[in-house]
């Protein structure tokens, strides 16, 4: 007999509960960070937000917290993670400011532009095994093609917009490189480790449309020791976690 799959708790936070039964990926550490990153900066106040490939929707809401007045549109390709979005949209305070699209970003014919675009990008296809084969196509770039990610969000951003992404320290050179064939400019970039000993494991990447003289570069470390936070990474996710 085939055993039960595990069924996955509500991951509640300070302002808002996600429920992450059928999405293609739990809450993580990445889509916090990111979102926590992004919110963490001293941005004007965004009007038109959006997330490509949302899944729970963590960090549309993440979002829509900080920036309470922003409109935020969220497109997921995954219908069970769509509706599990939507339902996490509906039954959290900004459900008026939030808008989820079931639809594959790449064809879809968005009618705005955004001052923000954020995206919790899929791993490199080598980084990546799981049985689950909607689980797999969700984390890999095959199915996800960077080069036109990042030419159709250069493409939706307004004059002064900004893009967020995270991925894997390992590939950052292959990232940044198309970003850069997009015409995108490194605004701001955070090397992100677990642990004062171990190396590092993701980048966190602003980009903006315009050049500029210099890029901000800064590093962060998550834990002094199993389940104990550094302070920089509590300042930067306090308003959002529940213990933290």
Request: aromatic residues 12%; negative net charge; hydrophobic residues 40%.
């Amino acid at each position: 007999m085939a055993e039960k799959p595990k069924q996955r708790k509500n991951f509640r936070f300070k302002q808002f509960t996600v429920v992450q039964q059928q999405s293609t990926a739990a809450v993580g550490t990445d889509a916090v960070l990111l979102a926590a990153w992004t919110a963490f900066e001293k941005l004007d106040r965004p009007q038109r937000i959006m997330d490509v490939g949302t899944g729970t929707g963590v960090i549309a809401l993440m979002l829509a917290q900080k920036f309470e007045t922003a409109h935020v549109d969220a497109i997921e390709v995954d219908m069970a993670s769509a509706q599990e979005a939507r339902y996490n949209f509906e039954n959290s305070p900004w459900l008026e400011l939030l808008k989820l699209i079931y639809d594959d970003f790449f064809s879809h014919e968005f009618l705005d532009n955004y001052d923000l675009i954020i995206s919790n990008l899929p791993y490199h296809v080598e980084e990546t095994s799981s049985p689950d084969p909607r689980k797999a196509l969700a984390r890999q770039t095959q199915n996800f093609p960077i080069v036109d990610f990042f030419a159709k969000s250069a493409n939706l951003m307004r004059e002064n917009a900004r893009l967020y992404v995270i991925f894997p320290y390992l590939h950052r050179q292959w990232y940044l490189q198309l970003a850069c064939d997009a015409g995108l400019y490194v605004q701001k970039i955070c090397w992100v480790k677990g642990s004062e000993n171990t190396e590092y494991k993701r980048c966190l990447v602003e980009l903006c449309k315009s050049p500029i003289s210099t890029c901000e570069i800064e590093s962060l470390v998550i834990e002094k020791s199993r389940h104990l936070y550094t302070q920089q990474y509590i300042d930067l996710t306090k308003d959002f976690y529940l213990n933290m």
